[in-house]
């Protein structure tokens, strides 16, 4: 038996079955023929990016073609960054006519040209397949690719298009200009905002559970190491499950695990990192 993660596929989402039925609601619209925006915030390491390929898996099984642009830190993130991630992916040899957004920048006389240009591509690919486009990590977006989310989300209401926006909620202040966009976005096109929040006691024992085979007891103890620990973040959980399998105090025996002595565990880079940050 191999230790498994919690970044491998097929296992467990928990805590989030309310956000997943409201994104499902919003996946089952964009096939029926309209255009749906779903933002989802929280702080890092939460699970914005677990929620949303959740939601991709899924929308890739219902024939709808997903397309995932990144922003970066803002120093690294170029204009337009997460939009010509996501046009590079798109299916250019079915629409030879449409050029990826960097070509069209160049040539456009002015924004108002450059969205319109880019809302023609979607437009011909949505008409032949449901499109989901996922935009990570929004808060080191540029302005142009803030002005163009709001231009298609607001002017594409009739297309099969789903537009999942993640974000942190903590680098957010009143004067960041997502922060000032999120109420345009929902007056102007019914976006659906999820703030997802950390995980309670029952949802750790039920990842716990979902990955690991152990006696009550040692359930119980790592169940408790966890949430003092993690509080409740995801991110942090993962990291405490990889140190302690690495460190062998976490490991198979049969059909099932044992654990060991979790004084003599050592706490993860990220989280001293953290610890010390506070």
């Known amino acids: 038996m191999t230790a498994r993660h919690l970044d491998e596929p097929g296992l467990v989402l928990v805590g989030r079955a309310r956000e997943l039925a409201t994104l499902r609601e919003c996946l089952a619209a964009t096939v029926e023929g309209r255009c749906r925006l779903a933002l989802i915030g929280g702080e890092a390491g939460i699970g914005k990016t677990a929620l949303a390929s959740a939601l991709a898996q899924e929308a890739r099984a219902q024939g709808v073609l997903v397309l995932a642009g990144y922003c970066y830190d803002l120093t690294e993130t170029p204009p337009y960054g ?7 992916q798109a299916p250019l040899p079915e629409h030879p006519a449409l050029p990826p957004l960097g070509d069209a920048a160049e040539r456009a006389t002015n924004q108002a040209a450059l969205f319109a240009h880019v809302r023609e591509f979607f437009t011909a690919i949505a008409q032949e397949q449901p499109l989901m486009l996922l935009l990570e990590d929004l808060h080191w977006a540029d302005p142009g690719s803030l002005g163009l989310l709001r ?4 002017s594409t209401a009739a297309l099969p298009l789903l537009i999942v926006v993640t974000y942190r909620a903590d680098e957010l202040t009143h004067r960041h200009p997502l922060f000032a966009l999120f109420p345009l976005l929902v007056r102007e096109t019914g976006a659906i905002r999820l703030d997802l929040h950390r995980l309670e006691l029952d949802h750790v024992r039920e990842l716990v559970t979902a990955r690991y085979r152990l006696s009550r007891n040692d359930e119980d103890r790592l169940v408790g190491y966890l949430v003092d620990r993690a509080e409740g973040n995801p991110l942090y959980i993962g990291e405490l499950l990889r140190t302690l399998e690495e460190e062998r105090l976490l490991q198979p025996e049969g ?6 002595d979790l004084s003599q565990a050592r706490v993860p880079l990220l989280l001293r990192q953290v610890i010390e940050a506070r």
């Open 82 to 88: 997460p939009w010509i991630e996501v046009l590079s």
């Open 151 to 154: 231009f298609l989300a607001r």
């Open 255 to 260: 059909d099932a695990w044992t654990l060991g």
